[in-house]
């Protein structure tokens, strides 16, 4: 589960590419390109990369960044009360 200001966000942990525990890589932003032949660092706190081989994956829609044909799995999440509940 990943926290954005007030946003709660809730990824499968198991990677899609070969089963690599998600939640414990290194949440950060990623690099895109800037619009002027660079890049730039965008995102931050955004990004999840996969411990093992490094697949970034967007922790709001779970899709990986350098292939949109792969996605980590999502899960509803509802805050009431003060509580945060995942739907699975
Ligand atoms: S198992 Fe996650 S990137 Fe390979």
Redesign the pocket.
Known sequence: MFRLNEEFCALAN?????????CE?QVSGTLAPDGEGGLCYEREGEVV???????EFDVRTGEALADRNYRQPTYEVVVEDGTVYVEA
């Open positions: 198991h990677c899609v590419h070969q089963g690599g525990p998600v890589g990369s996969c411990p093992w081989h490094g697949w």
